[in-house]
């Protein structure tokens, strides 16, 4: 079993700047490639960003590429997702996830989901 808990969500301004983490607790979190997944009000659930175990790989979506970056720090059992010139379509609440399947896009190929933490952008 593997416990995720996000952080770091908030206020931001269109222009600025957040940085979310989630830490891991239980299972081998270095083992498993992450992702980090959002939904905003009355939509589904869409693929934000992706990282393998090793943090050697990386996978964006094309609305959040060169904006946004995924790393992670399996030291410390983190994955942070740094989220600069944010725009008020970024509104939403993130999700971390591991990654068990192989499909790095789809929430189909992710177990063990975060609680979520809301992120606000106003323009």
């Known amino acids: 079993q593997v416990q995720l808990v996000e952080s770091g969500g908030g206020l931001a301004q269109a222009g600025g700047s957040l940085r979310l983490s989630c830490a891991a607790s239980g299972r081998a979190f270095s083992a498993n490639p992450m992702g980090w997944f959002r939904q905003a009000p009355g939509k589904e659930r869409e693929f934000v960003a992706a990282i393998s175990w090793s943090g050697g790989s990386t996978y964006y979506a094309d609305s959040v590429k060169g904006r946004f970056t995924i790393s992670r720090d399996n030291a410390k059992n983190m994955v942070h997702l740094q989220m600069n010139s944010l725009k008020p379509e970024d509104t939403a609440v993130y999700y971390c996830?591991?990654?068990?399947?192989?499909?790095?896009?789809?929430?189909?190929?992710?177990?063990?989901w975060g609680q979520g933490t809301q992120v606000t952008v106003s323009s």
């Open positions: 996830a591991v990654r068990t399947g192989s499909t790095y896009y789809s929430d189909l190929s992710y177990d063990y």
